[in-house]
């Protein structure tokens, strides 16, 4: 009788520590879920371009010791180009307590930036910030924000635009209406082509619903069209390219993934590796190497020649062997 007395006194004190050990370790493996840094991602939309940004910062995270769910929270958010969703988007994130914040795309960044002025925030893909109204200067931003610029190379854009269409002097730009981004980069294109002896037409849509209608419009009233880093242009490739090879129109993107989906050609900047720079950023503003005010934004020098080989066929344009030779060959050999 004693003996089981005992027993049952030993196994109560048992279950005791064993519950104790369990309430203890979720205790900690809470507390450790609460100190990991939390990092806050606001995307504008999907599409190819930003998509790959996004997964080059989170592979860069990874390599720099940032990896989600084991030594990072990172919460990441989509707006899917409604503007409305992005203040409520922004203050989520802020709920969350992030320690850091990255916009990829400028309307994403502008929506961060006015929730906080506190937080430090990471550009992603943002051509020029201070057109924006993000910095006070790209050289020195002075606030809670820096980042990465995809500014693309535009000297070298006209130059291979020069080569590949000789010929062709009218000069068509479309781009986005409601994207600030946008706009600055048109002023800046514009100036350099008609400086380049280019006849240039802007051609401006508040919406990707008016982008078909346009490009019936301006087919034929253009050599060729021009397409600035412009996030609704993007999302809408596949139509551009659609009514663009109705009429054997030559589209010249800004960016490398754009000319995979049907454009001819560019210089531009490889959309992962900006991720790749941007999730640097980021590892060494949580590593408490650099801080937003003093870090200049970060702008690539230089972009890779890519042409779309089978575009170029269907268009009937022959590329030189010089040009193909520094070239990222798609659609084609």
Known sequence: MKNKKLLLVVGAIGLFLIGSFIKDN????EKE???????????????????????????????????????????????????????SMSQHLINEKADILVGIATPSAQALANQTSDIPIILGAISDPKSAGLVEDNNKPGGNITGVSDQSPVEAQLELVNS???????MGILYSSAEDNSSSQVKKVKEQAEGQGYQ?????????????????????????????????????????????????LPVIP???????????????????????QTGKMVAEVL???SVPATTPIYTFETGDIIINQKQAEFLGIS??????DKAIIKGGE
């Not at 979720?26 to 493996?29: G, L, R, T, V």
């Open 319 to 324: 590329i030189d062997k010089e040009i193909r």
């Open 254 to 276: 800004s960016v490398d993934t754009m000319v995979e989906q049907g454009g001819l050609a560019t210089v531009g900047i490889n959309q992962y590796e900006l991720g790749v």
């Open 200 to 248: 240039v037409t802007e051609y401006a849509v508040p919406s990707t619903n008016e982008i078909s209608q346009m490009m019936q419009v301006l087919a034929r009233e253009v050599d060729f069209l021009y397409i600035p880093t412009d996030n609704t242009m993007a999302n809408a490739m596949q139509t551009i390219v659609d009514v663009a090879n109705q009429y054997k």
């Open 26 to 29: 979720k205790e900690m493996e």
């Open 164 to 170: 590949l269409l000789p010929n062709k002097k009218k």
């Open 287 to 289: 590593k408490g190497n």
């Open 33 to 87: 879920r609460n100190d990991l840094p939390v990092i806050g991602v606001l995307q504008f939309v999907s599409h190819r371009a930003l998509d790959d940004i996004y997964q080059g910062m989170i592979d860069q995270l990874k390599k720099e010791g940032y990896e989600d769910g084991k030594t990072a929270k990172i919460v990441f958010q989509n707006g899917q180009a409604d503007q409305s969703k992005l203040t």
